[in-house]
């Protein structure tokens, strides 16, 4: 057994959020496990920018509303204790509504090549997409 020392919370980067966003990581175990998971919180209205995972993704909301889209103009929202999957290399988003705090859990698996390569970042969801 490992046991993890827990990690400064860290504020989202700019190229990858709009708006205030903070992480923490709750588990990033060595090879060969591929787990990855985040505790995120969102200020109102903050967001991802569009991305995909090579392995999918799964968000567990905890707190507030989440907000999802796909890039067929979709938007779900989704609620404390329920999950979402994204699938493999599905371009998506999420983040808070704009008139509360969200936090949810990101879970993924990182690829054999383990260098950050399973997530593909592209550009910042527009306001009009994010408030569909």
Do not use: Y
């Not at 990855?36 to 090579?54: D, E």
């Not at 890039?71 to 999950?83: C, K, M, N």
Request: net charge negative.
């Amino acid at each position: 057994m490992e046991l993890s020392t827990p990690a400064p919370t860290t504020k989202g980067p700019s190229r990858w959020f709009t708006g205030d966003v903070w992480f923490d990581v709750v588990a990033a175990p060595p090879a060969p496990s591929r787990l990855r998971v985040n505790l995120v919180r969102f200020a109102p209205g903050a967001r991802t920018f569009w991305h995909s995972h090579a392995v999918g993704q799964s968000l567990r909301v905890t707190q507030g509303v989440a907000r999802v889209g796909t890039r067929d103009g979709s938007v779900v929202e989704v609620r404390p204790g329920q999950t979402l999957w994204c699938p493999p290399d599905e371009a998506h988003w999420h983040g808070a509504g704009p008139d509360g705090f969200m936090e949810h859990l990101a879970m993924w698996e990182t690829t054999d090549a383990r260098d950050g390569s399973e997530t593909t970042w592209a550009e910042e969801v527009s306001d009009e997409e994010a408030h569909r």
